[in-house]
């Protein structure tokens, strides 16, 4: 029955693989960063679209046009007006007479910004003065962003050569000027709002009762040609930084309107607001004005007093008047310079990302103190590199590219990578910590792994319990038989008695030669027992076995075993370059010299005086008082008694070769 299937598991594979193949693994983050990215730009659109124009518009206001527009002036209702001529709305005579001083100033067209809807006393006044000036054109307000049901007045002057079948939003609502003003020319003023407030965008034209509606500046620039059929042609753009559409009139050639895909213009903020002249409007009234001040302008007029409501967010300020839009508007199309974002905007992105991709791919592969530095470094780069590309183009050539997009994948990627070098990194901490500890104890192997090298002497004093254990006859087998025999012999003794002497809650400390050193980390009577037992088992198991295959003129391989406990230094000498782990002291020597005397005696496991006081309920004989080599002090021996069980079990010698199988070895 196959395993459960854990997704745990499965992802720890994976992150394994990429960990193991660098530059595959690389490659295949970036991959899913971008996938990711792309994801959490469609979950997260809106919040993220409003941080876009947000901070892409500071491509304008960190460094605006400070020039004055000599060429429109607003005439502002502002809270001064409303203070000495009376609250809004004003009288229809008013409005009048301070259309009819605009005209006298020599404005060569005033555009209101106001509808006037409802019939009062002096429309028809109003009415002529505006038809006797040189241009006027009054606002209308399809509604196409309310739920109102409603139609006052009447819409007029729709624009020809171009039907509601196109992008342009829709709408059966509405508030224009009533029928006394039929006759002046009209555009719309309705804006669409963001869901953060802020205007950035209104329609070219709206579709109410299957006819088109331009936008005032639109209406403005269609009346300035005196052509009595406004008409105007929509074509998609062929270039490739081209708009998605492109908004022409035949009367004022030379003009191409670039829209976006459902019709709208951007509105431009690349000016200051104190670039844009205004004038209260009470000033008008009182002659109190510069006489060039509209000297063959365009005039808006409209409100601005912060109680009247046409209050809007731009990104200069949270209450402008809007108003200061229609002239934003006026003044980038007399320019040429609308902005607007390329119909291949997105690919472009898409291709900045790829070359951060490339950028990422080549820093990741760099050592490995670069990249720590590098990564987060440029994870925060990335993102300035691609809003400073959305302020250049939007500076240099009133390009709207957006930079979200990109710079999310800069973070995203150097983040993913980052996280892909620090698993390597733990990766092979871990490798190399685990290959360590198959050569050193595992507190030392830590100590290694982890810490930075010293050359100072570092070692704890400690009581301990050890066993040195000696393969009997390995010199004289190894030079009867070939080197690939004798290294799995060795091979097979190692971990054998490693295994059992793990089990017996002891830790080998080195091999050497063909012998061990295993350790018990006290001296105490529990430790003593584990360490005969541990002897005992490798007796039992390993020396029965490797004494039952012996080559022909050769004596059997055995095993030598001897116990002690006592005090010893362990832990690490020598430079710093160049550390060795050690065990030194007394006890390390007595145990040592008392595997050597097994031989000698005829005794396969022998214990020193401390060990042997451990063991006081086990059977255990002297074997007398020896000076062991190397040492002035005589140590008395023991040797546990050996059951007759054990001496029946071991098998007659069969001269022949091992059966032992060689994993591997390579020639030299």
Known sequence: ?????????????????????????????????????????????????????????????????????????????????????????????????????INQAGAQLQLHDITYAESMPGDAALAAVLSNSRGAVLAQVPLIQSDQSIRTGTLTHPVSGATCNGPFPATQNFVANNATFSSIPKGHISPLVASDGSIRQIPALICVDDNLYPALAISALLQVTNQADWRIEIEPSASMFGPDLTLSMPSYPGLNIPLDADGNLRIS??????????????????????????????????TSA?????????????AAPGVELQARLLSSLLDAAIPYTPRNADAFLWGLALVFAGLLFVLAGRGERSVAIALPVTGVLLPVVALSVHFYALGTSNLWLGWVFPALYGMT?????????????????????????????????????????????????????????????????????????????????????????????????EFKGDSLLAV??????????????????????????????????????????????????????????????????ETVTVTLRIQELTADISQPILLGECVARQLDEQDIESQGSFLLDGLRNPHVLYAPEIPKAHVAQRKPVQHGTPKLRIVSSTDS
């Open 1 to 101: 029955m196959n395993a459960r299937f854990s997704p745990v598991s499965f992802l720890r594979k994976i992150v394994e693989q990429l960990v193991v193949r660098q530059r595959s693994g690389r490659a295949f983050v970036l991959l899913l960063a971008l996938l990711g990215s792309a994801a959490i730009l469609l979950i997260a659109r809106a919040p993220l679209q409003i941080l876009e124009e947000r901070l892409g518009s500071l491509g304008w206001t960190l460094s605006p046009d400070t020039a004055v527009e000599e060429r429109i002036t607003i005439v502002a209702i502002d809270e001064q007006s409303l203070a000495e001529v009376g609250p809004w709305p004003w009288s229809r005579e008013i409005m009048a007479e301070l259309s009819e001083k």
């Open 269 to 302: 903020y690349a000016a200051s607001p104190d670039s844009f002249q205004a004038i209260s409007a009470v000033d008008v009234l009182r002659d109190n004005y510069p006489s060039e001040l509209f000297d063959n302008t365009w005039v808006l007029v409209g």
């Open 306 to 318: 912060f109680g009247i409501g046409d209050i809007v967010p731009t990104p200069y300020s949270g």
């Open 413 to 509: 990627a150097a983040a993913a990578l980052l996280l892909l070098e620090l698993s390597r990194v733990r990766s092979e901490r871990t490798r190399v910590y685990s290959n360590l500890h198959s050569y050193l104890p595992e507190q030392i192997a830590k100590d290694v792994a982890y810490n930075l090298p010293s050359s100072s002497i570092n070692a704890q004093r400690r009581n301990v319990t050890l066993m040195s254990a000696d393969l009997r006859n390995f010199s004289a087998y190894g030079e009867a038989r070939p080197p690939e025999e004798a290294a799995a012999v060795l091979h097979f003794f190692f971990a054998k008695a490693t295994e059992i002497i793990e089990r017996h809650a002891g830790r080998l400390h």
């Open 520 to 585: 018990w980390d006290d001296h105490s009577q529990h430790s003593a027992e584990q360490a005969l037992a541990a002897a005992q088992e490798m007796q039992d198991l390993l020396s029965l076995e490797l004494a039952a295959y012996a080559p022909a003129g050769l004596e059997p391989l055995d095993l030598g075993i001897g116990i002690e406990q006592g005090p010893v230094l362990m832990g690490s000498i020598g430079p710093a370059h160049r550390r060795t782990h050690t065990l030194l002291g």
